[in-house]
């Protein structure tokens, strides 16, 4: 069965401090990795797709990157609305639905 | 571009009435999905229809459960025998590509006093 682990739980970060989202996952054939954020009381938005190993995605201050049992969200000089869930997704090739982390909360205060 | 659309967004019940919600996917997308969340945890499947046909259902959805997409358009996730575990948000999402990322609505939420 599919394992998506993310972590941490929780984040709380200072305006401008960088840091990591870790998401690792175990998964028989890999289609795609995805990340989406989450603000409270809504659905998720998306935010990227990876596909294979070594593979980066950039928008504004996210940065996604994927290796064969991780992927990483870098957020560089978070602000305030960058403040929500985010959650980690696998799809399996032989599949066409998600299964998804936990997530992570990440508040950024100003 | 409209997104997904779902109805009602919150729902207050008792527990042993009936719900329903609708979901309106964005219009091209031949691909549907019902999925489920609690407080603290990501969202879990429940089902998945391509075009009318119900292709998929999670081990989760129990027979109070049932879902419809009777044209191809529209679906419909009907809780029967509502129970004070079914309170969750209830999120539909749809696709076009089958390799490519689910588009969310902004979900139902699910009360049941």
């Known amino acids: 069965e599919d394992q998506v682990t993310q972590s941490p739980e929780a984040l709380r970060l200072q305006e401008g401090e960088s840091s990591s989202l870790n998401c690792s996952y175990t998964?028989?054939?890999?289609?795609?990795l995805f990340w989406y954020r989450q603000d409270p009381g809504k659905g998720p938005e998306f935010l990227f797709t990876l596909y294979s190993a070594g593979e980066e995605k950039e928008k504004e201050r996210l940065k996604a990157t994927l290796t064969k049992k991780e992927s990483f969200l870098h957020i560089t000089a978070p602000k305030p609305e960058d403040s929500a869930t985010y959650l980690c997704a696998v799809g399996r090739s032989n599949d066409y639905k998600l299964s998804f982390g936990a997530g992570t909360t990440v508040t950024v205060r100003a | 571009d409209t997104g997904v659309s779902q109805d009602p967004r919150h729902k207050i019940t008792k527990r042993g009435q009936n719900v329903t919600f609708r979901c309106d996917p964005i219009s091209e997308h031949n691909r549907l999905y019902w999925y489920r969340q609690t407080l603290g945890q990501g969202p879990e499947f429940l089902t998945y229809?391509?075009?009318?046909?119900?292709?998929?259902k999670s081990r989760l959805l129990s027979d109070r459960f049932s879902a419809e997409r009777p044209k191809g358009s529209f679906s419909t996730l009907e809780i029967q025998r509502t129970e004070q575990g079914d309170s969750a948000m209830y999120l539909c999402?749809?696709?076009?590509?089958?390799?490519?990322?689910?588009?969310f609505g902004e979900g139902s939420r699910l009360t049941v006093l």
């Open positions: 998964v028989s054939g890999l289609r795609g």
């Open positions: 999402a749809s696709s076009l590509d089958p390799r490519g990322e689910l588009f």
């Open positions: 229809f391509q075009n009318e046909a119900q292709l998929e």
